[in-house]
């Protein structure tokens, strides 16, 4: 079974800054099946990214996923003040479904 | 726009069961198939099951394999998730999510509001 390790697990940021979040996967899988989600306070997730990549509709351009094999990355050019938030990864595989353990985004 | 809408939050005790439902508005049901995910206090997103209610084909995290039971209706267009021997662990919010087709390679695009699940003695 996959095991997803987000890090950092506390990101602190201003308004303004990029944002550089990391996504490890225990062995190799293909980027196709990598996926982004953003969760607010009170809120249910959110896609961003899905197929290592691709926007989920509405998201902004600012939001972009890249990585391959074991290591993957969603970037937030620039932190708008509703970017402040926990990512999650995810990976599914033919049996199962694994979320990492989130990174939190918050105000510096 | 497609919405998924969850039953109302339950408090139980332990050992009891508890089933919650999930009706997604919009597209035709057996199009799509549907995960649940929970979420403890404060804690991250844990995968639980997956079912496509097309074939009634379900797949379950061996954590909950032989506690956990999902259904379908599709008469009403709804998925269920029975959980039972509840324990004060499985306190957490409940979500379904909607597949974008109907394997279960495929990401999920909808979430339902959530129901809160609380066990207590």
Redesign the interface.
């Known amino acids: 079974e996959i095991v997803l390790t987000q890090s950092p697990g506390t990101l602190s940021l201003s308004p303004g800054e990029r944002a550089t979040l990391s996504c490890g996967a225990s062995r190799s899988v293909s980027s196709s099946y990598v996926v982004w989600y953003q969760q607010k306070p009170g809120q249910a997730p959110r896609l961003l990214i899905y197929a290592g990549s691709g926007r989920a509709t509405g998201i902004p351009d600012r939001f972009s996923g890249s990585g391959s094999g074991t290591d993957f990355t969603l970037t937030i050019s620039r932190l708008e003040p509703e970017d402040f938030a926990v990512y999650y990864c995810q990976y599914y595989g033919s049996s199962s479904l694994t979320f990492g353990g989130g990174t939190k985004v918050d105000i510096k | 726009q497609v919405q998924l809408v969850q039953s109302g939050a339950e408090v139980k005790k332990i050992g009891a069961s508890v089933k919650v439902s999930c009706k997604p508005s919009g597209d035709i049901f057996t199009s799509y198939a549907v995960?649940w995910?929970r979420q403890a206090p404060g804690q991250?997103?844990?995968?639980m099951a997956?079912i496509n209610p097309y074939n009634g084909d379900t797949?379950y995290?061996?954590k909950f394999q032989g506690r956990v039971t999902l259904t379908t209706d599709t008469s009403t267009s709804t998925a269920y998730m029975d959980l039972r021997s509840l324990t004060s662990d499985d306190t957490a919010i409940y979500?379904c999510?909607r597949h974008?087709g109907r394997n279960?390679?495929?990401?999920?695009?909808?979430?339902?509001?959530?129901t809160l699940v609380t066990v207590s003695s």
């Open positions: 995960s995910v991250g997103l844990e995968w997956y797949k995290a061996q979500y999510a974008v279960i390679l495929t990401h999920l695009d909808y979430w339902g509001q959530g």
